[in-house]
T-cell receptor, first 115, second 111 residues
Framework: DAGVTQSPTHLIKTRGQQVTLRCSPK?????VSWYQQALGQGPQFIFQ???????QRGNFPDRFSGHQFPNYSSELNVNALLLGDSALYLC??????????????FGPGTRLTVL | RKEVEQDPGPFNVPEGATVAFNCTYS??????FFWYRQDCRKEPKLLMS???SGNEDGRFTAQLNRASQYISLLIRDSKLSDSATYLC????????????FGAGTRLAVHP
């Protein structure tokens, strides 16, 4: 049973560029959440996708956008990159209504460096 | 004030020691509570959920005090493999929902 997968593993971009990160959820999961983790900090919630719609959003600017596909995979897009966008971007998948054990499983992350 | 606050750490303990991590959360509407473990440059992994009655999983014991908005994690008989960052996490509803993380407490277990 494949877990959550993310691509690419590492990425280097320059300020002003745009980036797309990809995530495939764990088998059987229908919800994808994205988090940004800066060095030395805990992950910060960016947004969550369910049924191909953004269901919740954290305190991130509109430069951060996403998409969920019919197969539940998801993309995170960041436009006009800033140096401060350098971080580990984590994707987490879950199953809505799975009961007491519902929780989020994280992928290995994409490490983005903005120069 | 941060929504979830943890002991700053790092904690440096010898093998076999008992170590306790504390965490407070600011929003009384929080419904679900977790401890995640994160190894260096890896993704967070669920260590255990935390229930109001307290719960134990082997050497790990988690406690929740809703009145004080306080969560704890106790690790007994520390192993070298317990060295990691421990993240205190809350959610407003189910665990599938938006997770709010503390900054983490680093634990280093030495021989």
């Amino acid at each position: 049973d494949a877990g959550v997968t993310q691509s690419p593993t590492h990425l280097i971009k320059t300020r002003g560029q745009q980036v797309t990160l990809r995530c495939s959820p764990k088998s059987g999961h229908d919800t994808v959440s994205w988090y940004q983790q800066a060095l030395g900090q805990g992950p910060q919630f960016i947004f969550q996708y369910y049924e191909e719609e953004e269901r919740q959003r954290g305190n991130f600017p509109d430069r951060f956008s996403g998409h969920q596909f019919p197969n539940y995979s998801s993309e995170l897009n960041v436009n006009a990159l800033l140096l401060g966008d350098s971080a580990l971007y984590l994707c987490a998948s879950s199953q809505v209504g799975a009961g007491p054990t519902d929780t989020q499983y994280f992928g290995p992350g994409t490490r983005l460096t903005v120069l | 004030r941060k929504e979830v606050e943890q002991d700053p750490g790092p904690f440096n303990v010898p093998e076999g020691a008992t170590v306790a991590f504390n965490c407070t959360y600011s929003n009384s509407a929080s419904q679900s509570f977790f401890w995640y473990r994160q190894d260096c440059r890896k993704e967070p992994k669920l260590l255990m959920s935390v229930y109001s009655s307290g719960n134990e999983d082997g050497r790990f014991t988690a406690q929740l005090n809703r009145a004080s908005q306080y969560i704890s994690l106790l690790i007994r008989d520390s192993k070298l493999s317990d060295s990691a960052t421990y993240l205190c996490v809350v959610a407003f509803s189910g665990g599938y929902n938006k997770l709010i993380f503390g900054a983490g407490t680093r634990l280093a277990v030495h021989p």
